[in-house]
């Protein structure tokens, strides 16, 4: 069964991920689901989806993980950029 949108998903997934989680998580479990995976199986991958870029937090709820390099200036590290 494919989600259609977010406000399908079930409510442990709307509760725990922001809205860019929860997009990915649905497009992840739709694309396994197409592929003949199992309700279950594909809920898996959609979980395993989010590991590189989100992260759960202690208060249960999936966070985006801090970038790498984030303390980078735009510019890169480019003496007298």
Known sequence: MAYQNREDLPNEVKEKLPEGAQNIFLTAYNSASSNGMSDSAAHDVAWNSLRSSYEEGSDGKWHPR??????????????GA
């Open 66 to 79: 801090p970038q790498v390099g984030a303390h980078r200036s735009p510019t890169g590290n480019m003496p």
